[in-house]
Structures are given as structure tokens and as C-alpha cells.
């Protein structure tokens, strides 16, 4: 929505494995981010990426891992590392001389 | 380390009753700040927000928020809630002069408006 998509809407893997989730933009923003939302927790920061081929750790990047090899992509690994990975995953993007975030739709992972 | 605040985790309300929703932030320099809503099964979206001038701010849907710097606070409020207002809502502050566009999120309040 809003020119950010992410897909799926519902994932559903086995413990154990890692999994993908994908986030593709094309607001031509440069600033991209990944949030965790958790009942009763809010949104809480995993990765962020600036700019092309540069990320950096949010509060809570343990068992997850970024690539932004693409300005329009900014997929999120779910890694078997991550200790409690059943959680909504939003994805959220920024532009140069904006401060506000504007949010996609979230994947809802749920780890079996 | 900086944080932000939502004093409510569940506020119920009657339709037509009045709203005000308290967010407090830790950070001690220029901070811009922001109330994000998230409607059931739709995504997170602006609501209003602060960055410097006039402290009381309005954005969409009658809802409008009051900067107090001297109380690092940023409280939501609407003088009539309907019933299309249930949602849960965010307050996020950005530290001035950090990295661009990194926000702190609160807890959020969920709001539920009884018809």
C-alpha cells in the first residue's frame, strides 16, 4: 500500500529454517527500515538501511540479516539464530527531508 | 538510553466521549515527534505530527496533539471519538540531528469506542 509492498501477508515455516521476507518500494525513498510488532511491545527497530549496499543494527538485530543491493528492495532473513521469530514484520521507508516513516502492509510470520 | 512512553494500554470509550491519550519521551535536546495510527487490518499510518512552531498541532480526522516541552510530553486528543476511531495508536519520537528518520515507537494505546 502506499507504493510499499510486502509479501506474503501470512508466512508460515517450520522451526529451524530460515525464512525470507521480502519488501519492495517504489516511492524512490532512500531510507528503509524493518520493525518487529509485538502485542503490548510497539514497533521495535531490527535493521535500517540509508542508502545502496549499507545497513546498519537496530535495537534487536540478533538472528536477523539484510541486503540492500537495490534501492527499491530491502529483504529481511528471519534466521533460525532468532530465538522467538513468531511476530509481524513491518517494513518502512523514508525519504530525504522527511522525518516521518511511511509503513507497508506487515508479513505475519508465524514459526511452528 | 531514550525512550517514549504511552501511559494506557487499553482505553475504552463511549461514542462522543472525549479522548486524550498520554505520550511522554526522555529525550533532553530538539526532538521531533509524531502520533502514528494503526486501524484494525490496515497499516501503520500518520496521524499528525511535531516538529518545531506552533506546539498544538492538527492532523486528519479531528485529532490533534500538544507539544509541552517542559513536561516531555506530546498527548493525544479528540473531543468526540466515533466508533470508526477503534484502532491502536503509536507515539514516536525522532531525536534531532540523529539519524534521519529513526524513531523510538511507545507501547501504543489501543482505543475501543463502544457505539
Known amino acids: 500500500d502506499g507504493g510499499i509492498t510486502q509479501s506474503p501477508k501470512y508466512l508460515f515455516r517450520k522451526e529451524g529454517q530460515n525464512v525470507t521476507l521480502s519488501c519492495e518500494q517504489n516511492?524512490?525513498?532512500?531510507?528503509m527500515y524493518w520493525y518487529r510488532q509485538d502485542p503490548g511491545q510497539g514497533l521495535r527497530l531490527i535493521y535500517y538501511?540509508?542508502?545502496?549496499?549499507?545497513?546498519q543494527k537496530g535495537d534487536i538485530a540478533e538472528g536477523y540479516s539484510v541486503s540492500r543491493e537495490k534501492k527499491e528492495s530491502f529483504p529481511l532473513t528471519v534466521t533460525s539464530a532468532q530465538k522467538n521469530p513468531t511476530a509481524f514484520y513491518l517494513c518502512a521507508t523514508g525519504g530525504l527531508g522527511y522525518n516521518e516513516q511511511f509503513f507497508g502492509p506487515g508479513t505475519r510470520l508465524t514459526v511452528l | 538510553a531514550q525512550s517514549v512512553s504511552q501511559h494506557n494500554h487499553h482505553v475504552i470509550l463511549s461514542e462522543a466521549a472525549s479522548l486524550e491519550l498520554g505520550c511522554n519521551y526522555s529525550?533532553?535536546?530538539?526532538?521531533?515527534l509524531f502520533w502514528y495510527v494503526q486501524y484494525p487490518g490496515q497499516h501503520l499510518q500518520l496521524l499528525l505530527k511535531y516538529f518545531s512552531g506552533d506546539p498544538l498541532v492538527k492532523g486528519i480526522k479531528g485529532f490533534e496533539a500538544e507539544f509541552i516541552k517542559s513536561k516531555f510530553s506530546f498527548n493525544l486528543r479528540k473531543p468526540s471519538v466515533q466508533w470508526s476511531d477503534t484502532a491502536e495508536y503509536f507515539c514516536?519520537?525522532?531525536?534531532?540531528?540523529?539519524?534521519?528518520?529513526?524513531?523510538?515507537f511507545g507501547k501504543g494505546t489501543k482505543l475501543s469506542v463502544k457505539p
Open positions: 516511492l524512490n525513498h532512500d531510507a
Open positions: 529525550y533532553g535536546g530538539t526532538v521531533n
Open positions: 514516536a519520537a525522532e531525536n534531532y540531528g540523529g539519524s534521519q528518520g529513526n524513531l523510538i
Open positions: 538501511s540509508q542508502i545502496v549496499n549499507d545497513f
